[in-house]
Each structure stands twice: as structure tokens, then as C-alpha cells.
């Protein structure tokens, strides 16, 4: 199983930048597709992005398509999360996500979440 920690989240005020980073251990890391999620308060855990093992595969949210970038690097067992021009509605918690399988799908099974990290836009 990959354990995963967040960092990165923050108060921002609109039409801010914010680079949020999952840190992730355990062997598997390099053949699992990640992904990031958030949630709102009152409302539904939903996807934001999503990578596949290699980082050459990427998939997006429609409100945050050309907004944010995920990428990762396998090296040093990281994703990231860049986020620019950041509106009152993404506020929310952030989770970085793996996968047990290498190419995203949305039925792929979960392997680990993180804790999660809190993003706040003000207005």
C-alpha cells in the first residue's frame, strides 16, 4: 500500500496561485495512477485531476481544465498540483488519491488516501 501526505494547501485570495504536493512512500508508487479530489462542506467528495503512471496521461475536471496542472515525478515520489487563478468555489479539502492500477479510470480501485489539505479562496 502507498502511504500519502499532503502539504501546500493555504488561504489565497482569488485569482491566486497555490502548488499543493502529495508525498508518497511504499514500492508501489511508480506503477499507480494518482490522482487529486477535494470537497466542499455539505457536498460530495469529486475528482479534480488524475495522472497515470507515467505522467504522459492526464485527465481533468471541466471547471479546473486550464486552471490547474498535475504532475508527477516517480524520482522522488511525488505529485503535485498546480493551481492558478483560483476561484471562490475551489475552496475546499484536497486529497491525494492512488490507484491500484497504473492507467486511470474512474472504476479503478482505491489503494490509500491522504489525510487531506484545506484550501481556502476568499473573495
Known amino acids: 500500500q502507498v502511504q500519502l501526505v499532503e502539504s501546500g494547501g493555504g488561504l489565497v485570495q482569488a485569482g491566486g496561485s497555490l502548488t499543493l504536493t502529495c508525498a508518497a512512500s511504499?514500492?508501489?508508487?511508480?506503477?499507480?495512477?494518482m490522482a487529486w479530489f477535494r470537497q466542499a462542506p455539505g457536498k460530495e467528495r469529486e475528482l479534480v485531476a488524475a495522472?497515470?503512471?507515467?505522467?504522459?496521461?492526464?485527465d481533468y475536471e471541466d471547471s479546473v481544465r486550464g486552471r490547474f496542472t498535475i504532475s508527477r515525478d516517480n524520482d522522488k515520489n511525488t505529485v503535485t498540483l498546480q493551481m492558478n487563478m483560483l476561484i471562490p468555489g475551489d475552496t475546499g479539502t484536497y486529497y491525494c488519491?492512488?490507484?491500484?492500477?497504473?492507467?486511470?479510470?474512474?472504476?479503478?480501485?482505491?489503494?490509500?488516501w491522504g489525510q487531506g489539505t484545506q484550501v481556502t479562496v476568499s473573495s
Open positions: 511504499g514500492h508501489t508508487f511508480g506503477q499507480a495512477a
Open positions: 488519491n492512488a490507484r491500484k492500477n497504473p492507467e486511470w479510470t474512474a472504476a479503478s480501485l482505491t489503494d490509500s
Open positions: 495522472i497515470n503512471w507515467s505522467g504522459f496521461s492526464r
